[in-house]
Nanobody, 124 residues
Framework: QVQLVESGGGLVQPGGSLRLSCAAS????????VGWFRQAPGKEREGVAC?????YTVTSVKGRFTISRDNARNTVYLQMNSLKPEDTAVYYC????????????????????WGQGTQVTVSS
């Protein structure tokens, strides 16, 4: 059974850090492009970062968030530093076998598999 499971969310103060994990089962994540998305209450789902060469990140998190892979663990990570209250959202990972480009990676519709999401709350 193909499954993506996110973990690592929680409550953190502004300026703090979190590392989200996206663990895959039932398939080899290295064969897939993996994206991280987030959705805040009342807002549309937004692409945050995507694996590839080069990796892609949305402008609002450039220099603060980094996406990486650990193929041995079949896991993709999202390292989030210098967190801001506006980063508060449910974060999802998603996977596709497609090779994505700069103008496609942030479209939720191009991904085939999704995790259930993990809540990130940035608040003092």
């Amino acid at each position: 059974q193909v499954q993506l499971v996110e973990s690592g969310g929680g409550l953190v103060q502004p300026g703090g850090s979190l590392r989200l994990s996206c663990a895959a089962s039932g398939f080899t994540l290295d064969d897939y492009t993996v994206g991280w998305f987030r959705q805040a209450p009342g807002k549309e789902r937004e692409g945050v970062a995507c694996t590839g060469s080069p990796t892609y990140t949305v402008t609002s998190v450039k220099g603060r968030f980094t996406i990486s892979r650990d193929n041995a663990r079949n896991t993709v990570y999202l390292q989030m530093n210098s967190l801001k209250p506006e980063d508060t959202a449910v974060y999802y990972c998603a996977a596709t076998r497609r090779t994505l480009l700069a103008f496609t990676w942030s479209r939720a519709s191009v991904y085939d598999y999704w995790g259930q999401g993990t809540q990130v709350t940035v608040s003092s």
